[in-house]
């Protein structure tokens, strides 16, 4: 074998490390609030994201987790950091109303990132989406 195929295998091996390593750091950047059975996802991340809008309509899933229904496609949220559950519903920094199951969400920052949160695709039956900033109900 000579060095340059032991360069090359080390460099494959390091690659694979990395995409491991950044496809399990957002997973862990969430965590899941649990109230009475209702979760939510809440990113400990307060970056900003993109710019995309959405709006769509609240929704819970079979396993308890809060998503939303837009009309194309149902997501898990992963909402932003700072975000709150209790039994009345969700509570964001942006927003200071109560958001309640079935209102309609309008937010900003949407990114769907497809298997960086593998745990929590897992945990809910719906594809993950990320926002940034919810902007009304």
Request: with cysteine; proline share 3%.
């Amino acid at each position: 074998m000579n060095t340059l195929q032991i360069l090359g295998g080390a460099v494959i091996a390091a690659s694979a490390l990395a995409m491991l390593t950044a496809c399990s750091s957002a997973d862990e950047s969430v965590t899941v609030l649990n109230v009475g059975g209702t979760r939510i996802a809440v990113s400990s991340d307060s970056n900003e994201g993109s710019d995309a809008q959405f709006v769509g309509r609240l929704i819970q899933d079979e396993h308890g987790c809060w998503g939303v229904e837009t009309d194309d496609e149902t997501y898990t949220i992963v909402w932003p950091a700072g975000t709150t559950l209790d039994e009345d519903g969700v509570r964001t920094a942006s927003l200071p109303d109560v958001l309640a199951l079935g209102e309609t969400l309008e937010a900003s920052g949407g990114e769907i990132i497809e298997g960086a949160f593998p745990n929590l695709e897992d945990a809910c039956s719906t594809p993950v989406i990320q926002i940034w900033s919810v902007t009304g109900s």
